[in-house]
Structure formats: structure tokens, C-alpha cells
């Protein structure tokens, strides 16, 4: 039996900003029954808004290359 390769393409940044996004538009809405409910949400909200900021920051940092000047 041949073994075959899968090879992923890395996801670009924007698709990781719409990814975190879509993530963030899920649980908007989602009204969690007890306090685990409710700390999974508030922990969803933080990694996404952290991953967002992280790429947020690298475009701006290319768009406004101080060490160009």
C-alpha cells in the first residue's frame, strides 16, 4: 500500500483574522448556562482578540517600516 503525502498550505493572515472573527461572531450570541460556559467564552473572546492584535500589528508594522526612512 502506497503511503500518500498531504502537504497544507500555511493559512495567510488574513484568513487567520477572518477565522478569529468568525470565531468572535459564534459566540456573540451564545448565553452560557453555568460559570465553565461563561469562562470558555471569555477565553475564546481573549485568544482570538490576542491572535488579531498579533497579525493586526505585523501589517501595520510593514505598512509603516519606520527603517525605511
Do not use: W
Not at 472573527?21 to 475564546?44: F, H, M
Amino acid at each position: 500500500m502506497e503511503e500518500e503525502l498531504f502537504y497544507e498550505d500555511y493559512d495567510t493572515r488574513a484568513e487567520i483574522i477572518s477565522q478569529c472573527y468568525s470565531a468572535l461572531t459564534a459566540i456573540e450570541y451564545v448565553d452560557p448556562y453555568d460559570k465553565k460556559g461563561q469562562e470558555q467564552k471569555n477565553r475564546i473572546k481573549r485568544k482570538a482578540l490576542e491572535v488579531i492584535d498579533y497579525y493586526i500589528s505585523e501589517i501595520h508594522a510593514e505598512i509603516f517600516d519606520e527603517d525605511e526612512n
